[in-house]
């Protein structure tokens, strides 16, 4: 049976996502940035949470950590290079190590960049992925604790994975990723399509998440700084890829439209 899934609306543009076993009723969520949301959904669907899976230690991601795991019991896992700043961390993971809810089984990727230790988290079997704010729809995170080109390389490995994933981001920020997408890459067909579908869900209060993988890569400049076209959009002709998406990650931060 496939795994359900519940996206769950935080604070002013965060995600929280549920992740439901049918076989074993086992339940995790990924990332609590408030505690009432996410128990209202559990209630609402008649979930008992037995996991929370953190992606980073910012406090829009934790700061419901307590409050919920102090509700349902449930075992919060994160990633071991932040454990001092996750609180109520039963679990620390490294790169590869497994993470289970019920029969569902998934495996941490450890994607430094946004801050210095977070972790994705990858359901093969059920084709999910779980980015937190390295990988956004159309964008990714800024590179607080750690310089660009580290956050390239963790893009570089969400990006080997299979095109087939279902994405999930921590926040809802399509619509200026999609905004300055376009202004590095005006003449992308399908971007223009995806800002056109999000403009559209949002109109009706709706999620622009997930994604899918796929969609990332042919629209997403973060995942093409090694493209050509791209480096010569930027007036970069010939430069190292890192210091390509550095440049675009600079006009990120910097663009207004």
């Known amino acids: 049976m496939p795994a359900d899934i519940r996206i769950v609306p935080c604070l002013e543009d965060n995600y929280a996502v549920l992740l439901h076993d049918p076989v074993t009723e086992a339940t995790a969520v990924v990332d609590v940035p408030e505690p009432g949301p996410v128990m209202d959904a559990?209630?609402?669907?008649?979930?008992?949470?037995?996991?929370?899976?953190?992606?980073?230690?910012?406090?829009?991601?934790?700061?419901?950590?307590p409050a919920v795991k102090a509700r349902y019991g449930a075992t919060v896992v994160g990633p071991k290079a932040?454990?001092?700043?996750?609180?109520g961390l039963d679990v620390a993971v490294v790169d590869g190590d497994p993470v289970a809810v019920g029969s569902l089984v998934g495996r941490v990727l450890e994607t430094p960049g946004h801050t210095?230790?977070?972790?994705?988290?990858l359901f093969d079997g059920e084709k999910l992925l779980f980015a937190g704010d390295t990988l956004f729809t159309l964008g990714c995170g800024r590179p607080l604790e750690c310089d660009p080109p580290v956050l390239w390389a963790s893009l570089q490995r969400l990006r080997a994975l299979p095109e087939d994933l279902t994405l999930f981001s921590g926040h809802e920020y399509t619509l200026a990723n999609a905004r300055f997408a376009l202004?590095?890459?005006?003449?992308?067909?399908?971007?223009?399509?995806?800002?056109a579908e999000a403009q559209a869900r949002r109109a009706k209060g709706e999620p622009t998440i997930p994604s899918s993988l796929v969609d990332e890569l042919l629209a997403n400049p973060f995942l093409r700084a090694d493209d050509v076209g791209m480096a010569e959009r930027l007036g970069m002709a010939g430069a190292d890829p890192a210091e390509v998406f550095t440049e675009l990650r600079l006009r990120k931060n910097n663009f207004r439209g």
């Open 183 to 195: 202004s590095v890459d005006p003449d992308n067909a399908r971007l223009a399509e995806l800002f």
């Open 116 to 121: 210095a230790g977070p972790a994705s988290y």
């Open 42 to 65: 559990l209630d609402k669907e008649g979930w008992n949470l037995t996991h929370i899976l953190v992606t980073h230690h910012h406090a829009d991601h934790t700061q419901g950590v």
């Open 82 to 87: 932040e454990a001092a700043n996750i609180p």
